[in-house]
């Protein structure tokens, strides 16, 4: 069965810091992942997506994959505490229109 | 959120009752979808329209019965739920089914079943 990892945490980092969330995923054929924040009582809303090796930047945000590892992160520089949500890390099979989530990540963003 | 809307926002029903969640999006999108999310599950697919067509069934009890008369509008009916039913229903759409980094979600039925 295909499964995504995520600490359900709370994980609790002070404003201003570097906050990092990290995701592992058993499906060796997964090729796109991406990062939803959902709000308390909020849909999930698409942060970050990616595809490839290595990092992708964009703005404060920085996703990080390691297919070899099987391993997906996100990190926030700069946190804010409106960046207190919880972070959904999703995994899409080529060719597949399924997505398989992660229980997610409740981060809080500490002034 | 304006995007795709979703009515009603909360839903309170009985085992025995019949009722509908319903789903729109304003977004030109050819594909919808339905999410459930419960309480320290992860986020599951229920089921995947194409162009109005049913492409996906994720093992969902027949007491789900989706319905999509067009490419805007999407339909969740219900009927002798269970208790272990009770969770937040979202409804997503994307350009595709394949384009799911496009995929935009409804701010869902909160559905609690007595």
């Known amino acids: 069965q295909k499964e995504v990892e995520q600490n359900s945490g709370p994980l609790s980092v002070p404003e201003g810091a570097i906050a990092s969330l990290n995701c592992t995923y058993s499906?060796?054929?997964?090729?796109?992942f991406f990062w939803y924040r959902q709000y308390s009582g909020k849909s999930p809303e698409l942060i970050m997506s990616?595809?490839?090796?290595g990092d992708k930047e964009d703005g404060r945000f920085t996703a990080q994959l390691n297919k070899a590892s099987q391993y997906v992160s996100l990190l926030i520089r700069d946190s804010q505490p409106s960046d207190s949500a919880t972070y959904l890390c999703?995994?899409?099979?080529?060719?597949?229109?399924?997505?398989?989530f992660g229980t997610g990540t409740r981060l809080t963003i500490i002034p | 959120e304006t995007g795709v809307t979703q009515t009603p926002r909360h839903l309170v029903m009985g085992m025995t009752n019949k009722k509908s969640l319903k789903c729109e999006q304003h977004?030109?999108?050819?594909?919808m979808y339905w999410y459930k999310q419960s309480a320290k599950k992860p986020l599951e697919l229920m089921f995947v329209?194409?162009?109005?067509?049913?492409?996906e069934n994720n093992s969902v009890p027949s007491r789900f019965s989706p319905e999509c008369p067009n490419s805007s509008h999407l339909f969740l009916h219900l009927h002798t739920l269970q208790p272990e039913d009770s969770a937040l229903y979202l409804c997503?759409?994307?350009?595709?089914?394949?384009?799911?980094?496009?995929?935009?979600f409804g701010p869902g039925t909160r559905l609690t079943v007595t």
């Open positions: 997503a759409s994307s350009p595709t089914p394949g384009l799911l980094y496009e995929q935009y």
């Open positions: 499906d060796r054929g997964s090729q796109s």
């Open positions: 990616i595809y490839s090796n």
């Open positions: 999703a995994a899409q099979e080529r060719g597949n229109e399924k997505l398989t």
């Open positions: 977004l030109g999108h050819n594909a």
């Open positions: 329209y194409n162009f109005k067509e049913q492409t």
